[in-house]
């Protein structure tokens, strides 16, 4: 495959000798016209000569033959004079008179009207000058303009050669030109190649960052930045998920060893069983969790789409937490309930939308001392705005920009709330799936999680 540089070069020259082509076509062109135009002149000068000689002085004889012959100093090549007699259709003088019939064949062309006429016949060049002194007669000058091919000629020749030395030096300097004009790029990828995931933090230097393969850097070093936050993610992901199943595993298969040390009653089987039973469901809940992350974040475009009524959507995800969670307290306000029913439903994924809602209701009642969470619907210029608050301990301020990674728990609620921090993950994919928006504000007496999702009135 051809590479930059050789299109390049390739583009170059054919550009511009298609331009030196149109310009030196144009030279030859109006060249010619010129060289043709001067050699109808001479013609004209000796049929005005010839006029002047047996018009004027009434010479005929051999002595006007003489006088026109000598009267050029470049004499023309096959040159012949003749005068023709329009009324009694006779030729009445010619310097070449058996050569007489070449001028004939152009007698039935001579237009009475016209002062001059100007003829061309293969490398011959015609001028028929019409005199009207008494008697209609025609004086017609022929001859070829040999000076002016061998002109052309040597003109074309210069033209050639001149093509094509510029086509061999327009090869050479847009190779070069190529060759600088690229020169950053070769930079370019050899300090790219030198970039691996050990020091994925480097980035791709270019002294000119306002040109276009600056421009291209300044792009390049964005997804570095990309890249980088990723495979940061994807380690603090993997160190997070470790420790995770670290922790319950540990301690269940501590209390596993424990419980086979020595024979015990039934009493102690019992609750080593339902703490087995506890630190499993922890897994269950964790993988659970850990699924619909992936499922969101790899699937989301080939997930399958209906129309959701959000509002019988957060009644069922109510009736589903409160009976798990017996303590928890679900207070739903409807503001503004509208007419058209288009107005309460999104296009979505109802699964994914209903572990969104799932997840921020239980946060909301989890980290409340009452275990109460208020959550208000309503609808606007088609858009379905679900605000979800609570009374409870305030996130600071640093963590809020945080607090959608994966495993991110901050320090004020990691002791003394039991979680896996991958719920609001979940919940920031399901949004972007859903092409919504979330935002979050926490204050000493409540925090409130505000979503928006556009409803079937908007599509």
């Not at 990828?189 to 850097?217: K, W, Y």
């Not at 017996?326 to 739903?332: E, F, G, H, R, S």
Request: hydrophobic share 45%.
């Amino acid at each position: 495959m051809i590479n930059i540089r050789t299109r390049l070069t390739y583009q170059f020259v054919l550009l511009v000798t298609l331009i030196l082509l149109f310009f030196s076509l144009g030279v030859f062109f109006f060249s010619k016209l010129y060289l043709e135009k001067r050699f109808f002149k001479r013609l004209q000068d000796r049929a005005i000569t010839t006029t002047t000689l047996l018009f004027d002085l009434k010479q005929t004889d051999s002595t006007v033959l003489r006088v026109i012959d000598t009267d050029s100093k470049e004499p023309l090549l096959n040159e012949n004079i003749s005068v023709y007699n329009q009324t009694s259709k006779q030729v009445l003088f010619s310097t070449n008179p058996a050569n007489a019939q070449f001028h004939e064949q152009f007698i039935p062309l001579l237009d009475s009207t016209a002062q001059t006429l100007f003829l061309k016949k293969n490398e011959y060049q015609i001028v028929a000058i019409h005199l009207n002194r008494g008697n209609s007669n025609w004086v017609i000058v022929s001859g070829i303009d040999k000076a002016g091919d061998e002109a052309l000629n040597d003109l074309k020749k210069i033209l050639v050669i001149m093509i094509l030395a510029a086509i061999l030096l327009l090869g050479v300097s847009g190779w070069v030109f190529a060759d600088r004009a690229l020169a950053p790029m070769s930079g370019i990828i050899q300090q790219v190649n030198t970039i691996f995931p050990a020091n994925v933090g480097r980035r791709v230097e270019h002294p000119n960052r306002s040109d276009e393969i600056g421009l291209l850097v300044d792009t390049f070093n964005q997804l570095l930045d990309r890249i980088e936050q990723a495979l940061m993610t994807q380690k603090m992901f993997i160190a997070n998920v470790s420790h995770e199943l670290k922790n319950p595993l540990t301690k269940i298969n501590s209390q596993i060893d424990v419980a086979l040390i020595q024979q015990r009653n039934p009493e102690v089987y019992e609750r080593t069983l339902r703490s087995l039973q506890e630190d499993t469901r922890s897994l269950a809940q964790l993988t659970s969790t850990l699924l619909d992350l992936a499922n969101t974040t790899t699937q989301g475009n080939t997930l399958p789409v209906e129309p959701v009524r959000l509002d019988e959507l957060i009644w069922e995800t109510k009736t589903q937490l409160q009976s798990w969670h017996d303590d928890y307290t679900i207070q739903l306000t409807f503001t503004d309930f509208p007419d058209d029913e288009d107005a309460l439903i999104t296009v979505g994924n109802r699964a994914s939308l209903q572990v969104m809602l799932m997840n921020l209701i239980d946060n909301a009642c989890k980290f409340a001392p009452t275990k109460t969470a208020v959550v208000d619907f309503r609808t606007q210029a088609g858009t379905i705005t679900i605000s979800i608050y609570n009374e409870g301990p305030q996130i600071p301020e640093a963590d809020l920009p945080f607090i959608f990674q994966p495993f991110f728990r901050g320090n004020a609620t990691a002791q003394s709330i039991n979680g896996h921090g991958v719920g609001l993950a979940v919940v920031a994919q399901v949004i972007q799936l859903h092409h919504g928006d979330i935002s979050v504000r926490s204050t000493p007496r409540r925090t409130l999680f505000t979503l928006s999702l556009p409803s079937a009135v908007s599509f």
